[in-house]
């Protein structure tokens, strides 16, 4: 891992599971970490797979860290552990969590060996020229950091160990990365499992429409009624555990 300035938090820590010829890599959020995906990994290895949950480049240990960070750095995470998984695998399907979701089509856009994904409330429709502008004048005015975007969950004391603030130009990053897979979901063909909040306080349900809409391969689509944007830490996780493993399940009968 490059130079962080502070420990890992605890809970944030990667994971890892030898299991079968089939591989899960799974992806968390912007500002999250492995702990909002943990249970789904966890419940994947049970399951006989082989699972790797990165810590992805600035997350998990201080804001500071993710200040720097850019789309770059990643996407170069996730194709690095798709890869690795790749090459001790048979098949590979990837399990994401907004960023990771976006992070996820990416992979697809670029491996159309990919066996299949989860998604949960992925990022994947561009954010308007307004909200940009907006972002942009914070960072011209000095403001480097806005509030948090993490723990939008209903479930009373669950808790997402995210950072308390949303670096901006690594946001601003992340919304160019996104304009790039946006552009490339017409070439995704691979099964897809989505599941989508109706009530969602960081991405609108409209990017699962337009992930609907562009996408060539096959989609099913699991509307959550009660759980907010961390869906896998809240009313609907054991839901989302449960379809998540009977997909796999399927992918690689």
Known sequence: MPFVTAPVMPGAEPFSATGGPDGVLVLHGFTGNPQSMRGIAE??????????????????????????????????AAEESYTSLAARCARVAVVGLSMGGTLACWLAEHHPELTGMVLVNPLVEPPDGQFRSAVRELLESGTEIAPGIGSDIALPDSRETTYDGSPLAAALSLFEGTDEVAAGLGGIDCPVLLFSSRQDHVVSPSSGDLLVASVSGPVERVWLERSYHVATLDYDRDEIEDRTVTFMSTLFR
Not at 64 to 70: F, G, I, K, N
């Open 43 to 76: 419940r994947l290895a049970d399951a006989g797979l082989t699972v790797e949950l990165p810590l992805l480049p600035g997350h998990g240990t201080a804001i500071e860290d993710l200040v720097p960070r850019r789309w770059s750095d990643w996407s170069g």
